[in-house]
């Protein structure tokens, strides 16, 4: 049956431990999980945006961020819309590591659109990410901080990656 509303597949990337498994969970199932099992290769989930011109449903790829999976990851980036890069405020490794892994989508898809994702802002006393803000500005994105555990962001980083899958 036919329900009319787009689908649109969106991808989370960023490097092992930052938190995207645990952001997908709370957004699509409410629910967060103090202990993961690292991702195998890519999960999935589906959930429904409200946007102000209407409903649409977000395929969410959530990629594997060990290195041993770099090989199969650019297969799956075919058809995203959008990606969100996503980094862990308290280790800024990772947020270094967001120019390789945007390089890596940009190898398959050279016109995408991204959002620049600093998760687990709770543990943080203020969200002073200035390094972060100003990358996402050097890239043409949007800045979004989230906390996957207490919810704080994750409605907006959704929301987010589905206008600009849509505008895509």
């Avoid at 011109?53 to 594997?64: E, F, Q, R, T, Y």
């Amino acid at each position: 049956m036919m329900t009319g509303i787009p689908i649109l597949k969106v991808v989370i990337v960023g490097d092992e431990n930052v938190g995207k498994t645990s952001i997908n969970r709370r957004y699509c199932e409410g629910r967060f999980e103090a202990s993961r099992i690292a991702t195998i290769g890519v999960d999935f989930q589906t959930h429904t945006v409200s946007l102000e011109d209407g409903p649409v449903k977000l395929s969410i790829w959530d990629m594997a961020g060990q290195d041993r999976f770099q090989v199969m990851r650019p297969g799956f980036y075919r058809g995203t819309r959008s990606t969100a890069l996503v980094f862990d405020v308290t280790n800024p490794v990772t947020l270094e590591r967001l120019v390789r892994w945007r390089e890596e989508v940009l190898s398959v898809l050279p016109a995408q659109k991204f959002i620049v994702v600093g998760n687990k802002i709770d543990l943080l006393p203020n969200d002073g990410m200035d390094s972060a803000k100003a990358y996402a500005a050097q890239i043409g994105a949007q800045y979004v901080g989230t906390s996957a555990l207490t919810g704080e962001g994750v409605t907006t980083m959704f929301e987010s990656l589905a206008r600009l899958a849509k505008s895509s």
